[in-house]
């Protein structure tokens, strides 16, 4: 799948901060995804990491100072910034973030900042710093103004910090900022749209240790949610059992059985733009849950469970007077199309998607079939978080259109 940022022109800036040890990692993961890096070090970044080691993974020698006459008109802030899409200073200190505030132009740095086209290269700022100095009325009054200058800020993250003390102001991870990178150059299609997601099993108990549910990862539906959030829509996601990361800018509950989806969804429903089912739902739960263990009484009977019907969760959205627009997901295990036109007229939805659940379940790719009303088509084989981007575009196309 090609990066959002392939092809983009990024000034990457280090000001002075332990953090800059991440950010030869953020490189190679930029340059990976085809990105062109350009890095530019404050003096005191050098005291930090060498500008040998971010030549070395950029592929360009580093700009560090104003004063450098490589450049045949020596205006290396006007030339580096007139080439690029973004400017992204991390780690941004508190030092540095005061600078911008105030407009200074005295280092590399915030000289180029202040002399970038503003419209053309946008600025992000991953600030790094220890928790007291992030807190201070200063470094927030100057954040308040770098942001209302149009600086789009990344993080910080909340954790331990290299001073040994614990608290906000730690520069996101590498991988963070490539994704919070990756998201800022996703085209907005859904932008101002609101979603909500289902996704993962559902978990039925039995008794206070057993319990009954699925295979279903919960990767699909994830996946989806991080597509539309990088999409620009606010997105809530409800799932079930699942180690899966949440992703970035999503809200997310989590819930065990059908009976808890179908409650956190539904006070939700009517605001939202559309309702992706990507849930496996258990369609039958316990009829009753032991208060305590089910033990052996040594006879070597087995226990009767009996069962009952949990309630559809997406054809009760579906019928809400305001449904949004509904799409449910059929894991099936024979035919696939059949059972998916069926499934789509009985919930009575206007999408569904279909996949080969037993073949799917718990790995990183998929195939899709969409069945709507005039028809079918595929998505062949591919990533679950390509398929999940293709599926947005879908829904974007759709939500557009006059209903
Ligand atoms: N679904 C739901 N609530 C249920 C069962 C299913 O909301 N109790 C939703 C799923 O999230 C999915 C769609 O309905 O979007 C289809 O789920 P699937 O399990 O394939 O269909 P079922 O309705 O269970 O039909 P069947 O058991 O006949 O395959």
Redesign the pocket.
Same mark, same amino acid.
């Not at 089912?277 to 739902?281: E, F, L, N, Q, R």
């Not at 949990?310 to 054809?315: I, T, Y």
């Not at 449910?328 to 099936?332: I, P, V």
């Given at each position: 799948m090609q990066s959002p940022l392939n092809g983009r022109r990024l000034l990457l800036a280090l000001s002075g901060g332990i953090a800059a040890y991440k950010v030869a990692e953020l490189v190679r993961l930029l340059v990976k995804a085809g990105a062109e890096v350009q890095v530019l070090m404050s003096e005191a970044a050098t005291q930090f990491i060498t500008p040998v080691t971010l030549q070395a993974l950029s592929g360009r020698p580093v700009v560090l100072s104003q004063w450098d006459a490589a450049a045949p008109n020596a205006m290396q802030h006007i030339n580096t910034s007139r080439a690029a899409d973004a400017m992204l200073i991390a780690p941004a200190s508190a030092d540095m973030i005061a600078r911008l505030a105030q407009g200074r132009a005295d280092e590399i740095v915030s000289l180029t900042a202040l002399a970038r086209p503003r419209e053309g290269c946008p600025l992000l700022v991953a600030p790094a710093m220890n928790r007291e100095m992030w807190s201070h009325p200063a470094t927030q009054r100057n954040l308040a103004q770098v942001q209302a200058d149009g600086a789009t800020l990344l993080g910080p993250g909340c954790g331990e910090q290299a001073c040994g003390e614990v608290g906000d102001g730690r520069m996101l991870e590498a991988a963070e900022l490539f994704d919070a990178l990756e998201a800022f150059f996703t085209p907005k299609r859904l932008a101002g749209r609101r979603l909500l997601v289902?996704a993962g099993p559902t978990y039925e108990a039995i008794d206070p240790v057993r319990g009954i549910t699925n295979r279903s990862s919960g990767k699909m539906g994830f996946a989806i949610a991080r597509a539309a959030q990088r999409a620009g829509a606010q997105v809530t996601l409800v799932a079930g059992p699942v180690a899966l990361p949440t992703p970035r800018g999503v809200t997310r509950i989590d819930i065990e059985s $059908?009976r808890d989806l179908l409650a956190a969804v539904l006070p939700l429903a009517p605001q939202q733009d559309a309702f992706i $089912?990507? %849930? %496996? =739902?258990a #369609?039958w739960r316990p009829a009753a849950v032991a208060e305590h263990k089910i033990k052996k009484d040594g006879s070597g009977a087995t226990p009767v469970l009996a069962f009952t019907e949990?309630? #559809? =969760?997406? %054809?009760t959205v579906a019928a809400l007077p305001d449904a949004p627009y509904c799409v449910?997901? %059929? $894991?099936?295990s024979e035919k696939l199309l059949e059972?998916a036109r069926a /499934?789509r007229l009985r /919930?009575n939805i206007p999408l569904i998607v279909a996949n080969l659940g037993p073949a799917t379940f718990g790995r990183d790719t998929n195939a899709l079939l969409l069945v709507d009303a005039a028809g079918h088509r595929e998505l062949p084989l591919a990533a679950k978080d390509e398929l999940a981007e293709q599926l947005i575009a879908e829904l974007a196309t759709r939500l557009d259109a006059p209903r």
């Open positions: 289902s $059908a $089912a990507t %849930a %496996a =739902v #369609d949990n309630p #559809d =969760v997406l %054809a449910g997901f %059929a $894991a099936e059972h /499934k /919930k």
